[in-house]
C-alpha cells in the first residue's frame, strides 16, 4: 500500500487528497446537521452568572419566545431536573483548561446538556423568574451552521491540499513529507475543532472527547512535523536521531494527555507547546548562523522562516499565551487557524520565487487557475441558495463578479509578487532578429549576445567561463544558468535572476535555449548572406580592378599633359583605396597604419599645386582601431576637404589636426585661403556638395561637421564619439 502510494501519478495523488478532504467535510456536515437546534446565539453575561441570548434565529424554535438581551440562568428536560448554566460551558475549546480535572468536568457538564438538549421539550429559567418552553430541531438547515465551522472547515481542506501538491510533485526529500505529515495534523485538528466550534451549546460527552484529542493529536503532529522539517531543511541542523527523540518525547507526552497519567506543569495542554515553540526558536538560530557561508541556504531560510515564525509566534500571542496566563484567549480557534496560513502562504510565495523544495512556478500558476475555478463554483452556489435565483442567471452573475473581481486581484497579485521586472519576450526576440539581419563581427555578436541575457533574465552577475557547452544547462540548486556563447569553448554563466530575488528554474532554462537556437540559426542565415555579398564584392571589385583600374593606369603613363597623368595617378589611387576597404570588409584596421599613408598621399597632391601640407596628429589616435567602412569614410573626408580648399580658395598652406579629447576624436582642416561661393552652396555659403559630403559622411560615422570662416581662415572641425568609432570598445552600433 505504502509503494502504490508512493507511486501515484501527481494529479491522483491530488485528487485522492481531494476525496479525502471532501469526505471529511461531508462527514462533518452530515454530524453537524444531526444535532439540536434551538436557532440561539448565545454569549457569557458579563458579571459570570448564566447565558445571555444574543441572537434569535427567525426560522429557529426560539423565534417569537426568547429575546436578545434575555439571560438564561438554568436548563432543564421536560420533566427533569433543573441545571444551572455557567459561561465556561461555552468555551470553545475543552484543552484551554489547565488541569484534568477541569477538563474532565467539563466533558462531563457537555455530556449532561447533550442529553437536555435532545428532549422533545426544553426548559429554560430566565433571571426574572420566568419559565419558558421550546422544542428542539433534531436537523437544523446548513445555514444555521456556524460560520466558525465554515472557516474550519475550508482551512483544513486548503492545508491538506497545498501539503499533497508539495508532497507529490517532490516525493523523495524528507522535507516534503514533513510538510504533507504537518498538513495532514492541521487538516485532523482543524475538521474536529469545526465540530465543537459549531456547536449551539453543547455535544455529547463522548464524542466531545474524541474530536478533542483527535484536535490536540493532530495540532501535535502539525508541530512536530514543523520543527522536524526545520531541524532538515534547507540543511540538516541537528542530527537525524535527535528529529527521531523528539518525535518519541512528543508521542509519550500525547499518550500521557490522552490517559492522564500525570498532569504536566503550567498547563496540561499547553505546556509543550511552549518548549516546541523555543526549540523552534533555536533551531532557527542555529540554522542561520550555520548558513552564514552558504548564501543559497540563507536565501531560503529567509523565505521559509519568515512565514512559520510569524504564523507560529501569532498563534502563541493571541492564544496559547493568553490561555495560559489569563484563562481565556485573545482569538478563538477558528481565528488562529486562519493566522496559520501565513506559513501556506509564504510557502506558495517561496515556491513561486525561490522554488522552495525544487518545486516549479508553474505549480503556483495551477494553483491560481484552480482557486478560479473554484471561487466560480462558490458564488454559484452562494447566488442559488442565498438569493434563490436560477441556475442559469446565478452563473452569468457568478461571471461577471468573477470577471470584475477575481480576474484584477489575481492580475494584480501576480504583477506585485510574481512578475519579472525584465525585458518583454517581444521586445527580446525582435532586437535579436534586428541585431543578426545587420553585418557584425564575432566580437559585435558577443557584446550583444552578454547584453540581450542581461537584460533578459537581470541576473546577480555575469562571467565568461571556459566550458565547452553545447546547450543550456541549469544547476541542479537553481542559481547558475550557463549559456554557451558563440566562440567555441566558452560559456556565459548567470546567477541569481531578476537582480538576485529568486532561482533559475526549468522555464528560465527553456527560455535560454529558444533564444540560443534562434541566434545560431539566424548568424547561420547571415554567414550565408556575407559569404554570398563577399563573393559578389569580390567579383565587382576584380571586374573594376582589372577594367577601370587598367584604363587609368593606361591613361598615366600615355598621358603627355602633366595634369592629366596627376588626376589619373589619383583616380587610380582612389579607385585602390575603395577596392582596398571594400574587400576587407568588416576587418578592423589600426589608425596608425592608416596615418602615413594618408599623409603621403594629401602631400604629393598638394605639393604639386604648391600648396605646404602641416600635418599633426595626437600618439593617442594610432591605437585607435577603425572599421574599414569607417576608413574610407575618413579618407575621403581628408580628401573632400582639400579639394574643397583647392578648390573654392587660394591657399598658401593646409593644416590637418587630429586629437584625442575626452571620449572623442576631433580632426580639424583649416586653410588659409578666403572662401568664395560656388554655384551649389546654400544659403548659408557652406552648402557646396563637397561639405554636403562631408557632413553626411561624418554623421554615417555617428559624428558631427563644424564649418566655420574665421578672417581669411576656413576651417573645418569634425566631432567623432570614440565610442562609435573605435572598435576595440563596445560597438554601440553593432547591437
Not at 637 to 659: C, K, M, Q, V, W
Request: aromatic fraction near 10%.
Amino acid at each position: 500500500m505504502k509503494t502504490a502510494l508512493f507511486h501515484l501519478p501527481p494529479m491522483r495523488a491530488l485528487f485522492l487528497a481531494m476525496l479525502i478532504g471532501l469526505a471529511g467535510f461531508g462527514g462533518s456536515l452530515r454530524h453537524a446537521l444531526h444535532q439540536p437546534w434551538l436557532g440561539l446565539a448565545l454569549e457569557p453575561a458579563s458579571d459570570g452568572d448564566g447565558l445571555v441570548v444574543d441572537r434569535v434565529d427567525a426560522a429557529g424554535p426560539g423565534a417569537g419566545i426568547l429575546f436578545p438581551g434575555d439571560r438564561l440562568m438554568a436548563i432543564a428536560g421536560a420533566n427533569g431536573p433543573w441545571m444551572q448554566l455557567h459561561p465556561s460551558d461555552l468555551i470553545d475549546d475543552p484543552d484551554e483548561h489547565p488541569h484534568f480535572s477541569d477538563y474532565n468536568q467539563f466533558i462531563e457538564r457537555q455530556d449532561e446538556l447533550s442529553r437536555i438538549l435532545r428532549s422533545e421539550v426544553v426548559r429554560f429559567r430566565l433571571d426574572d423568574g420566568r419559565e419558558i418552553r421550546m422544542q428542539p430541531v433534531m436537523h437544523p438547515p446548513w445555514q444555521a451552521l456556524s460560520s466558525r465551522f465554515w472557516i474550519c472547515q475550508a482551512f483544513a481542506f486548503l492545508t491538506l491540499m497545498i501539503s499533497t501538491a508539495v508532497w507529490c510533485l517532490q516525493r523523495q526529500p524528507m522535507a516534503t513529507r514533513l510538510l504533507l505529515m504537518s498538513g495532514v495534523g492541521l487538516f485532523i485538528g482543524a475538521v474536529s475543532a469545526s465540530l465543537y466550534l459549531g456547536r449551539e451549546l453543547a455535544l455529547d460527552g463522548e464524542t466531545f472527547r474524541w474530536l478533542s484529542t483527535a484536535n490536540f493529536s493532530g495540532n501535535r503532529l502539525f508541530a512536530v512535523a514543523g520543527l522536524s522539517l526545520l531541524c532538515i531543511y534547507p540543511a540538516k541542523v541537528v542530527p537525524g536521531s535527535w528529529v527521531v527523540v523528539l518525535a518519541a518525547l512528543e508521542g509519550g507526552y500525547l499518550v500521557n494527555l490522552i490517559a492522564q497519567w500525570a498532569e504536566p506543569p503550567v498547563h496540561a495542554y499547553y505546556f509543550d507547546f511552549l518548549l516546541l515553540a523555543g526549540l523552534a526558536v533555536i533551531i532557527s538560530l542555529r540554522a542561520w548562523l550555520l548558513s552564514r557561508d552558504e548564501p543559497l541556504h540563507r536565501a531560503t531560510l529567509k523565505v521559509l522562516l519568515l512565514p512559520i515564525l510569524l504564523s507560529v509566534a501569532l498563534v502563541m500571542g493571541v492564544y496559547v499565551l493568553p490561555t495560559i496566563i489569563s484563562g481565556a484567549p485573545l482569538m478563538d480557534v477558528s481565528g488562529s487557524y486562519m493566522l496559520l496560513l501565513i506559513m501556506y502562504a509564504g510557502l506558495a510565495f517561496g515556491v513561486a520565487r525561490y522554488r522552495l523544495f525544487n518545486i516549479e512556478r508553474w505549480w503556483v500558476r495551477s494553483w491560481l487557475w484552480f482557486l478560479l475555478g473554484l471561487s466560480i463554483m462558490s458564488l454559484d452556489f452562494l447566488v442559488i441558495t442565498l438569493l434563490h435565483w436560477s441556475p442559469e442567471a446565478s452563473l452569468v452573475v457568478s461571471l461577471l463578479l468573477v470577471s470584475w473581481l477575481y480576474f484584477p486581484l489575481r492580475q494584480w497579485l501576480w504583477d506585485r509578487l510574481l512578475h519579472r521586472r525584465s525585458l518583454p519576450l517581444e521586445t527580446c526576440l525582435s532586437e535579436l532578429v534586428a541585431h543578426f539581419v545587420k553585418p557584425g563581427s564575432d566580437d559585435d555578436d558577443m557584446r550583444f549576445w552578454k547584453n540581450l541575457l542581461h537584460r533578459t533574465f537581470l541576473p546577480a552577475s555575469m562571467e565568461i567561463v571556459a566550458s565547452p557547452e553545447d546547450r543550456v544547462r541549469l544547476s541542479e540548486d537553481g542559481t547558475r544558468l550557463r549559456i554557451p556563447a558563440f566562440e567555441t569553448g566558452r560559456s556565459l554563466e548567470l546567477h541569481l535572476p531578476d537582480r538576485g530575488s529568486r532561482l533559475f528554474d526549468k522555464e528560465d532554462a527553456r527560455l535560454a535555449q529558444s533564444l540560443l537556437d534562434l541566434a545560431r540559426r539566424a548568424r547561420i542565415q547571415r554567414q550565408a548572406y556575407q559569404l554570398g555579398m563577399e563573393d559578389e564584392r569580390r567579383r565587382i571589385m576584380r571586374d573594376l580592378h582589372d577594367d577601370v583600374g587598367g584604363r587609368l593606369l593606361s591613361l598615366v603613363h600615355s598621358s603627355r599633359e602633366a595634369e592629366a597623368r596627376r588626376l589619373a595617378r589619383e583616380a587610380l589611387d582612389s579607385l585602390r583605396e575603395v577596392i582596398y576597404f571594400t574587400l576587407e570588409g568588416g576587418s578592423r584596421i589600426a589608425m596608425g597604419d592608416l596615418l602615413g599613408r594618408w599623409r603621403a598621399q594629401l602631400r604629393e597632391r598638394l605639393e604639386g599645386v604648391g600648396v605646404q601640407l602641416h600635418w599633426s596628429w595626437d600618439d593617442a589616435c594610432d591605437a585607435i582601431m577603425l572599421e574599414a567602412r569607417d576608413a574610407l569614410n575618413i579618407s575621403r573626408i581628408l580628401y573632400e576637404g582639400t579639394s574643397n580648399a583647392l578648390r573654392h580658395a587660394a591657399p598658401h598652406d593646409i593644416f590637418i589636426e587630429g586629437r584625442v579629447q575626452g571620449q572623442e576624436l576631433a580632426v580639424t582642416l583649416t586653410n588659409d585661403g578666403a572662401f568664395t561661393s560656388s554655384d551649389d552652396t546654400g544659403q548659408t555659403g557652406f552648402g557646396g556638395k563637397g561639405i554636403h559630403n562631408i557632413r553626411e559622411r561624418t554623421e554615417e560615422m555617428g559624428g558631427r561637421a563644424e564649418f566655420r570662416q574665421e578672417g581669411e581662415r576656413f576651417i573645418v572641425r569634425l566631432h567623432f564619439p570614440m565610442e562609435a568609432i573605435d572598435a576595440t570598445g563596445s560597438d554601440t552600433r553593432g547591437s
